[in-house]
């Protein structure tokens, strides 16, 4: 589908994070080297330490009113209508090729729309970025400079810089070929994790100020609410990234991060460190994720939402009495055998 592909919007989740957007461009680049038309969409604009990457001053934030002009749309990092944005659902039933690229649980889109649907949803893979270069791989593409910049990006960024429990010797190969192709690890990490506005880090420092745990240390939670945003002019997407600092207590398995940044509509991140899997725990609230990232979005008070998140995090927190789907940190944690 997209080897024959000539006119194409490449579109990812909303609040695009590093291999949202590091897909999505990488895979755009590669379109426009092979002499496709390109459309490179989001609902929400590229992070300030994501503009770096080559592209990403074209990346538009509304799509035309007419789209009989392309005849394939590729979705990266997500496989429902919804997450696209409020666009994604006349998007999906408009174009009459879709193409979805994902690592995430989920049935996916195919089957669930009128168009051609074709979709890779591969759990294993440690981002959306390995995927699309897999692709390009197969397709016998190049990849340049550009490409291997926005792709070691998309899968530094979801390994947490190599740290978390999706990185795997595969992992490192495919960072290694998109070295050789011309990424830079030292100024994609400085652009990357050390470009932040003085008002983020401010508001960080408020949030930690009220960061709360319970059940003997194991689960950490912060807020962060409608005043604060305003207090400290941020948006939703600058505080993505406050709930690692949550997870990063000494002894804490599982924390959240609740935000309000539009009253009365919730949006919380999970994150557990060893054992748990927190995908379950989000699913018992409408969302997903992976076994160690991630959330939901709900309605209604934070009150609330936090009253049952302590109700059902509980049983969550118990020691898995089988590891047999574990990931071997945890299992060496469960096992008594500290590692930290």
């Not at 330490?49 to 990266?76: K, M, W, Y």
């Not at 709930?243 to 999970?270: N, T």
């Not at 209604?300 to 049952?308: D, T």
């Not at 089988?322 to 500290?338: L, M």
Request: negative net charge; glycine residues 10%.
């Amino acid at each position: 589908m997209i080897g024959s592909a000539r006119s194409l919007i490449v579109t990812a989740h909303q609040r695009p994070d590093g291999d949202a957007i590091g897909s999505l461009l990488g895979l755009a680049a590669a379109l426009k080297d092979q002499g496709r038309k390109v459309l490179c969409y989001t609902n929400d604009p590229v992070k300030a330490n994501f503009r770096f990457l080559p592209g990403a001053d074209q990346v538009c934030h509304q799509l035309p009113e007419d789209l009989s002009d392309f005849d394939t749309a590729v979705i990266l990092d997500c496989h429902e209508p919804e997450r696209i944005g409020p666009e994604g659902r006349r998007l999906v039933q408009s174009v009459p090729r879709l193409c979805v690229l994902d690592h995430h649980l989920g049935d996916g889109l195919c089957g669930t729309v009128e168009s051609e649907c074709v979709q890779v949803i591969d759990t294993s893979a440690c981002a959306t970025g390995a995927i699309c270069l897999d692709l390009l791989e197969l397709l016998g593409w190049a990849v340049t400079r550009d490409v291997a910049a926005c792709l070691y990006t998309a899968v530094m960024t979801d390994t947490g810089g190599f740290a978390y429990s999706n990185t795997s010797a595969r992992t490192f190969e495919i960072a290694r070929k998109l070295v050789e192709k011309g990424a830079d690890p030292y100024e994609i990490s400085a652009c990357v994790f050390e470009t932040r506005a003085l008002s983020q880090l401010k508001m960080l420092g408020e949030a930690l100020a009220g960061l709360e745990t319970f059940f003997d240390g194991r689960f950490s939670l912060m807020q962060v609410g409608p005043e604060m945003f305003r207090k400290w002019g941020c948006t939703e997407a600058d505080t993505d990234e406050f709930v690692a600092y949550a997870r990063s207590v000494d002894g804490v398995e599982v924390a959240a991060l609740v935000k309000e940044f539009v009253p009365g509509r919730i949006s919380v991140s999970l994150r557990s460190k060893f054992y748990v899997n927190v995908a379950a725990l989000a699913a018992e609230f409408g969302g997903g994720g992976h076994f160690h990232a991630a959330g939901f979005k709900t309605k209604g008070s934070s009150e609330k939402v936090i009253e049952m998140l302590l109700d059902r995090v509980a049983s969550y927190l118990e020691a898995p009495s089988s590891t047999a789907d574990t990931p071997v940190s945890g299992r060496i944690r469960a096992a008594g055998q500290g590692i930290c």
